[in-house]
């Protein structure tokens, strides 16, 4: 009898959609469920306070690399890691990699929309001390913090073309949890959680065929939207 599993989590986020995909990418069945407001985080996830998390009958598994290890032992095949112990290490290096660099980003956006509706009031700093904030936001340099944010995703997008060279996928010719990290990343971004991260991505065509192939893996560009 195949066990009853929840995913919790919202489903317009890079790491719910990256369960969701390897589900449909092993064929399993399973029930989102996604949270009305943050008590659900806190009933849901006692333990963090974050989601996505799933259970697996009376099993608790938390965080979205845990996730995906978790299926890869209830079901091996397809499996979500490379055969080759050197390529699987590369593909969870990668998977790490993806998750925090770019949430790195979608972190310094949010927090770039709180400060700015403040400094446009005054916020009750002088004009030098929201230039200062302002250049500190920036990195150091008089950038507009949108400017390096956005610059900052159009280099690790290189990074990507680069770890993918020649091959259909992360590592391997077979489609792997790295990839499908990267794809959520991607994908979220290409909704406009970041204005202007869209164009980046659909300037690399290399990015843009990987994530196509996922879809073709994975049920479709909808997957995530069921």
Do not use: H
């Amino acid at each position: 009898m195949s066990p009853v599993i929840i995913l919790y989590g919202p489903a317009r986020t890079p790491f719910t959609g990256k369960c969701q995909r390897a589900f449909a990418y092993k064929g399993m069945d399973y029930e989102l469920r996604e949270p009305d407001g943050r008590e659900d985080y806190a009933r849901w996830s006692p333990k963090t306070g974050l989601l996505p998390v799933m259970r697996v009958d009376g099993e608790l598994v938390s965080d979205s690399t845990g996730i995906l290890l978790k299926l890869d032992e209830l079901q091996p095949d397809p499996p979500l890691l490379s055969s080759d112990p050197v390529a699987a290490e590369q593909q969870r290096n990668l998977e790490n990699w993806a998750d925090e660099s770019f949430l790195y980003y979608f972190l310094q956006w949010q927090r770039l929309g709180v400060e700015r509706p403040g400094e446009t009031q005054g916020g009750g700093r002088s004009p030098l001390a929201r230039r200062v904030a302002a250049w500190l936001r920036a990195g150091g340099t008089w950038e507009r913090p949108e400017t390096a944010i956005l610059r900052g995703i159009d280099d690790r997008l290189g990074d990507l073309v680069n770890f993918l060279g020649t091959r259909s996928f992360f590592y391997s010719d077979m489609l792997s949890m790295a990839d499908l990290a990267v794809y959520g990343m991607l994908y979220t971004m290409g909704l406009g959680a970041i204005p202007g991260a869209a164009s980046l991505i659909n300037s690399r065509p290399t990015l843009l065929e990987l994530m196509r192939r996922v879809e073709e893996q994975t049920g479709g560009r909808r997957t995530a939207e069921r």
